[in-house]
C-alpha cells in the first residue's frame, strides 16, 4: 500500500499515541494501584436485610481502617449518613435489596454500580474532612433523583 | 436510482425522519427539565418516559431506518444493478416497522420506563422487548439483502473489488450482525420469557453483560455509514477527491475486526466482572482510536484537494474555499469537529481510572451527544438534504432553513455538550429529573450549567425543527424535477480495481469472531459457572 509521506507521520504519531494512552493505564493499574471496582461476590438478592453479610448496615472502624456496609434500595441508601475517619481506608461492602443502582460520592472518584445479586467492593481512602453528597447514578424508577445519602468525613485527632 | 428500490429506501427514509421528530420534542422537555424550570406539565413520570422514547427512537429507530435506506442506495447506485430480494426487504421493512410501533406503544403507554439500557431488574411490558428484537429482526433481512446484492454482482465480476461505499457499509452490516447476536440473546434467552412470566427470575449482570456486547460495536453501527458518508460522498460534493482509497478500506476492515471485543468499558464500575478482563477490554479500546485517526487525516486531506482544485493557494486559504454554505458539506465539516472532541472524550471514558470519575454522570450524555448526536445524526441529516431529492425527484425545498440548520446544531451541541462535560466532572448523575438534591451545596455548583444546558437543548430543538420542515417541505410539496444523479468520490490516484486482502470480508469477519471469542467466551463461561441468584422483575414507574 503506497501511503504518502504526511500520512506516514501521521499514523506513526496516532499509534504513538495510543501506545502512551496503553501504557498509562497500565502502569497505574499493574500492582492494584488504581483498579476499577471489580470484586465478584454473589448474594441472593431477595434475602439482603436476612444475610449476615448485610443484615447490620453502618460503619465499624478498626486499627487497619474502617468498613462500611450499605445497600441501595428504591429510593434511599442505608446508612443514610456514613461517618469514617479521614486519611484511613475505608473499605466500602454493598449491594442492591431491588434494582441496579449506582453508587457515586460527588467530588470523589468513588463510583460503584449496585448490581442485585452481586457483592460491589472497593476500598479508598478520603483526604479531605467534609461533608459529601452520596447519589444513585443509575437510574432505578421515578424516585431516581431523590435517592442520595450523605459522607461526613472526620478530622481525626492524634 | 430504479424507481423499485427508490421507493424501498424512500420508505426507510421517512420511518427514520418521524422517528427523529419525536424524539426531538422529547428531548426538548429533558433539557428543559434539568434546568427546573416551571413547564405546566412536568413531572418525573413524564421526565422518564421521555428519556425512554428519546434514547430509543433516536438511538435504535432513526438511525437503524436511516442506515437501513442509505444501505439500499449505496447497494444499488455503486454496482449500477437492482436490489435483489426485493419482496423479501419489503417483508424486513414492515417487520421493523410492526416492532418500532409496538416498543412505542409501549413506552408511550407508560408501561415500559425502563429507558433505551433496559437494564433488568426494571421489568417492561413484553411488547418492549418483543418489539425491539423484531426491529432487530427486520435490520438483519436487510443485511442480508445488502450482503447479497454484493454476491450477485461479485459473481458476475470475479477477483475486482467492491466500490468503496459499499466496502463501508459491508463492514456495517458485519459488525451489525456480530453485535446484534448479544441482544438477541439477552431478549430472547432472557428478558422476553421473564417479562411474560415464564421465568420468574433472570441474572441482571448477565443481562448487562449480553447489553454490552451489542451496546458498544452499536456505535461503530452508527458511525461506519457516517464514514461512508465522509470517504465516498464529501469529497464529491465538495468538489475534491478522495485522498486514498487504499487507507479508507483499512480503516473499514480495523472496525470489522475491533468493534466488538471491547464492550467491558462500558462496565468498568461493575461488580462480578474481574478487573483482569476489563483490563483486557480496555486496551484493545484503544485500538480501535486508531482508524478514526486515520479517518481525520484521510477525509481532512480529501478537503484540501477540494480546496486546491477551485484555486486555493497558501496554507490554509482551501479551508475558505469549501462550500459551506451547502446543507450537506456543512453538516459534515460541522460533525467532524464535533467528533474531534467526543473522540477523544471517548479515549477518557476508556482510560480505567479517569472512568471512576465520569462514569454514569452528566459527562456521558455530554460525550455520545458529540458522536451519535454529531458525527452520525449530524451526518445523516446532512445526508438526507442530499438523499431526499435524488430519491424522490423533488428539488429541496426551503433550502434557507437547510443552510442554517446544521449551524444552529453546532452552536445547540457546543453548549449542550461542554456544560454536560462540566457539570459530569462536578459529580452530576446522567438522567435525572431534578438536579437539586435538597439544595446540597455540590448540587447547587451545578444550577448555572444546567441553564446552560437547556439554551443548547432549545437551539437543538430548532435545529430539529428546521429539518423536519425541509424534508416534510421537500417530501409533500417539492418542486417536481428530473432528479440529479448519486455520484462517488474518485480517488485522488487511480488505483488497481482487483480485490486485495482487505476485501476479503469473510476471512475478516473470521478473524472479528476469533477476537470476540477470546474476549467474550471466558468471561462468560466462569459467569455462569459462579453461584448466581436470579432477581425478580419491578416496574417502579
Given amino acids: ?158 | 436510482m430504479s424507481s423499485r428500490t427508490g421507493r424501498l429506501a424512500l420508505a426507510h427514509l421517512w420511518v427514520a425522519i418521524l422517528a427523529f421528530g419525536v424524539a426531538s420534542a422529547m428531548a426538548l422537555m429533558q433539557a428543559l427539565s434539568r434546568a427546573a424550570l416551571d413547564l405546566p406539565w412536568r413531572s418525573a413520570k413524564m421526565y422518564y418516559l421521555s428519556v425512554t422514547a428519546h434514547g430509543t427512537l433516536m438511538a435504535l429507530v432513526f438511525t437503524t431506518f436511516f442506515i437501513m435506506a442509505f444501505g439500499y442506495v449505496v447497494a444499488e447506485r455503486t454496482l449500477g444493478r437492482p436490489v435483489p430480494h426485493r419482496g423479501l426487504a419489503w417483508t424486513g421493512y414492515w417487520v421493523a416497522l410492526a416492532g418500532t410501533l409496538a416498543t412505542v406503544a409501549a413506552i408511550l403507554s407508560g408501561k415500559a420506563t425502563v429507558l433505551y439500557t433496559f437494564y433488568p431488574p426494571l421489568k417492561a411490558h413484553p411488547a418492549f422487548y418483543i418489539g425491539a428484537t423484531l426491529l432487530i429482526i427486520g435490520s438483519w433481512i436487510w443485511g442480508f439483502v445488502v450482503i447479497r446484492s454484493y454476491r450477485v454482482w461479485q459473481r458476475e465480476h470475479p477477483g475486482e473489488r467492491a466500490p468503496l461505499a459499499l466496502h463501508g457499509m459491508m463492514a456495517t452490516v458485519i459488525v451489525w450482525l456480530i453485535a446484534t447476536v448479544g441482544v438477541a440473546a439477552e431478549a430472547l434467552f432472557l428478558l422476553i420469557p421473564w417479562s411474560l412470566g415464564i421465568s420468574k427470575t433472570i441474572d441482571p449482570e448477565l443481562a448487562r453483560m449480553l447489553f454490552w456486547y451489542f451496546g458498544h460495536p452499536l456505535v461503530y453501527f452508527w458511525l461506519l455509514p457516517a464514514y461512508v458518508v465522509w470517504y465516498a460522498v464529501l469529497p464529491k460534493v465538495a468538489g475534491g477527491k478522495l485522498f486514498s482509497d487504499p487507507l479508507a478500506r483499512l480503516v473499514f476492515v480495523l472496525f470489522i475486526v475491533l468493534s466488538t471485543p471491547v464492550g467491558f468499558h462500558h462496565q468498568f464500575m461493575d461488580p462480578g466482572i474481574p478487573a483482569s478482563w476489563k483490563l483486557f477490554h480496555a486496551i484493545l479500546t484503544f485500538g480501535i482510536l486508531f482508524p478514526s485517526f486515520v479517518t481525520a487525516f484521510t477525509v481532512t486531506a480529501s478537503l484540501e484537494v477540494a480546496g486546491r482544485l477551485k484555486g486555493a493557494t497558501g496554507l490554509l486559504d482551501w479551508l475558505r474555499k469549501l462550500p459551506w454554505g451547502d446543507p450537506l458539506v456543512a453538516s459534515v465539516l460541522l460533525s467532524m469537529l464535533l467528533f474531534a472532541v467526543g473522540g477523544l472524550g471517548g479515549a477518557i471514558n476508556a482510560a480505567y481510572g479517569m472512568n471512576a470519575v465520569v462514569h454514569n454522570t452528566a459527562w456521558i450524555q455530554g460525550h455520545f451527544h458529540l458522536t451519535v448526536g454529531s458525527a452520525s445524526a449530524l451526518t445523516f441529516m446532512g445526508a438526507a438534504y442530499w438523499l431526499l431529492p435524488r430519491l424522490s425527484g423533488r428539488q429541496l425545498e426551503l433550502d434557507l432553513l437547510a443552510k442554517v440548520q446544521p449551524y444552529l446544531w453546532f452552536i445547540g451541541m457546543v453548549l449542550f455538550s461542554i456544560s454536560n462535560h462540566i457539570t459530569g466532572l462536578m459529580g452530576m448523575p446522567r438522567r435525572i429529573y431534578d438536579a437539586s438534591y435538597g439544595g446540597h451545596a455540590a448540587a447547587e455548583a451545578w444550577r448555572g450549567l444546567t441553564g446552560i444546558s437547556a439554551v443548547g437543548g432549545l437551539f437543538l430543538f430548532t435545529s430539529a425543527g428546521f429539518f423536519i420542515l425541509v424534508m416534510l417541505g421537500t417530501g409533500l410539496a417539492g418542486k417536481k424535477r428530473d432528479a440529479e444523479p448519486i455520484e462517488w468520490a474518485e480517488p485522488l490516484e487511480p488505483t488497481s480495481r482487483r480485490a486485495t486482502l482487505l476485501d476479503r470480508y469473510g476471512l475478516w469477519t473470521v478473524v472479528a469472531v476469533l477476537l470476540v471469542l477470546i474476549a467474550y467466551a471466558y468471561p462468560l463461561w466462569s459467569h455462569l459457572q459462579m453461584r448466581r441468584f436470579g432477581s425478580p422483575g419491578f416496574t417502579p414507574f
Fill in chain 1, 1 to 158: 500500500m503506497n501511503v504518502p509521506l504526511y500520512e506516514k507521520i501521521w499514523m506513526w504519531a496516532a499509534g504513538g499515541i495510543i501506545v502512551a494512552f496503553v501504557a498509562t493505564v497500565l502502569i497505574t493499574s499493574i500492582g492494584g494501584a488504581l483498579q476499577p471496582p471489580s470484586h465478584v461476590e454473589t448474594i441472593d438478592p431477595t434475602q439482603v436485610f436476612k444475610d449476615p453479610r448485610f443484615a447490620h448496615a453502618g460503619v465499624a472502624v478498626d486499627p487497619n481502617g474502617a468498613t462500611v456496609v450499605s445497600v441501595g434500595m428504591m429510593f434511599a441508601f442505608n446508612p443514610p449518613v456514613i461517618r469514617v475517619p479521614a486519611g484511613t481506608p475505608v473499605t466500602f461492602r454493598m449491594t442492591s435489596a431491588d434494582v441496579t443502582h449506582g453508587f457515586s460520592i460527588v467530588g470523589t472518584n468513588a463510583n460503584t454500580m449496585l448490581v442485585p445479586g452481586y457483592v460491589s467492593q472497593f476500598t479508598t481512602t478520603f483526604a479531605r474532612p467534609g461533608e459529601y453528597l452520596i447519589v444513585c447514578n443509575e437510574y432505578c424508577g421515578l424516585g431516581h433523583h431523590l435517592m442520595s445519602a450523605k459522607l461526613i468525613v472526620e478530622e481525626v485527632r492524634p
